[in-house]
């Protein structure tokens, strides 16, 4: 791909700051949008220290038309992140969801419109696929509803069919969408208006359906991967991590690393234009599993996770991706290990444990503790050495 001029709407945040990160070192221009939303950025809407001196921050919203015409201005290529996060809270605040995740993609295409660009990427979610794919005894795929009140209080965490335990299985694109919150709902529509527009006027447009992502930076309250962030700062506080239901639920965590290529490769793929795609780490894990390894790299070993039985309506049960479309179509398949990335999480919230200690400046709290932080000094002895190598934190 020729150097080009690239615009990150909610460039400024978790994946946009790494993305710009990955495409400066493409030798791409590269031009963020965001509103520095003090639910993300803090209470003080200056430009972050994380980005990059390199990228030129355009500080508005994506539903202000007269902003997005700025940031257009002379652009090749949009990465379209911009977005409203979170399931449960998507459920009790309606319109703020609806407006930036809906109305900001009308805005924006409607611009698009009139000044077409050479490639559109919006981040999708794995959320509009609400509970995964599952198959019954006989091998045959089965899409299931999601779960009821009545079965999460009776303990009844698998899904079954006629009686029988349907068994979980990797969820490819083609899945019927199941929309199950407002926030599913806003991503499925986001989706697949830039592609509808994308198609219609002649604009190559991908969407990237981005399971788990975590990595230094992100928020705790962050829908991608907040349950790893919140596992990792018991353990750091010294705290046996609390997982909901029995542990056994499947997730897929990929790393921001990983992500970020993702979005670097479907700005160059020409297979990739008018098509939804899976981006994960191609490997699921339990969160009892999860618990039980970040304890052991952090040198807390003792600390399993406790099995507390509670449980977040409309949460599924399990969920993870089939990632041969973008093996096939993107070239794309993860290779951040990840012992390594959760390393660098834990690092990352080490420190802004230490930071919040002094002061909060609302991106990440303390998680209610000041445990102690002597719990990150065991780390680089008890993995690999080749972890040991590690470039310094990316702090967002």
């Known amino acids: 791909m020729t150097k080009k001029k690239i615009l990150i709407t909610g460039g400024a945040g ?3 700051s790494h993305l710009a990160d ?3 070192e493409r030798g791409h221009f590269v031009r963020a949008l965001d509103n520095l939303a003090p639910e993300v950025h803090g209470r003080e809407a200056a430009r972050p220290a994380h980005l990059d001196a390199r990228v030129e921050l355009i500080v508005g919203d994506v539903r202000d038309g007269a902003a997005v015409d700025r940031a257009l201005d002379g652009i090749d290529a949009v990465v379209h992140l911009a977005a409203a996060v979170g399931v449960g809270r998507s459920m009790y605040e309606v319109e703020r969801c609806t407006s930036i995740n809906n109305l900001g993609t009308a805005v924006l295409m409607d611009r698009l419109v009139r000044r077409p660009v050479e490639r559109l990427v919006v981040a999708s979610s794995m ?12 091998g045959a795929a089965r899409e299931v509803p999601g779960r009821t009140l009545e079965q999460l209080r009776r303990a009844e965490w ?5 009686g029988q335990r349907l068994e979980p299985t990797a969820t490819p694109e083609t899945k019927t969408a199941r929309l199950d919150s ?11 208006m830039c592609l509808v527009v994308g198609r219609a006027h002649g604009i190559p447009t991908v969407a990237l359906r981005l399971f788990n992502v975590f990595g230094p930076g992100q928020a705790r309250s962050s829908p991608y991967s907040g349950v790893l962030a919140d596992i990792a700062l018991q353990v750091i506080g010294g705290r046996a991590p609390l997982v909901h239901e029995d542990g056994e639920q499947r997730r897929d965590f990929v790393s921001v690393r990983d992500v970020a290529r993702a979005f670097c490769l479907a700005l160059e793929s020409e297979r990739a234009a008018g098509a939804a795609i899976n981006v994960g780490s191609g490997a699921w894990r339990t969160l009892a599993q999860v618990g039980r390894r970040v304890a052991k790299l952090v040198g807390r070993p003792h600390l399993s996770p406790a099995l507390s039985g509670t449980y977040r309506v409309g949460e599924p049960r399990h969920c993870y991706p089939d990632t041969r479309r973008a093996e096939s179509v ?26 919040a200690s002094a002061h909060d400046d609302g991106r990440l709290d303390a998680g209610g503790t000041r445990g102690s932080i002597a719990a990150l000094d065991h780390i680089q002895g008890s993995v690999p050495a080749a972890l040991s190598n590690l470039e310094g934190s990316h702090v967002q």
């Open 14 to 16: 978790f994946i946009g």
């Open 22 to 24: 990955a495409l400066l």
């Open 127 to 138: 959320s509009v696929y609400g509970e995964g794919l599952y198959v019954d005894p006989t």
């Open 158 to 162: 698998d899904p079954r069919s006629n």
């Open 182 to 192: 407002v926030y599913a709902l806003s991503k499925y529509d986001q989706e697949r």
């Open 330 to 355: 993107l070239g794309y398949r993860a290779t951040v290990d990840f012992d390594v990335a959760l390393v660098e999480l834990a690092r990352w919230l080490g420190a802004r444990r230490r930071a």
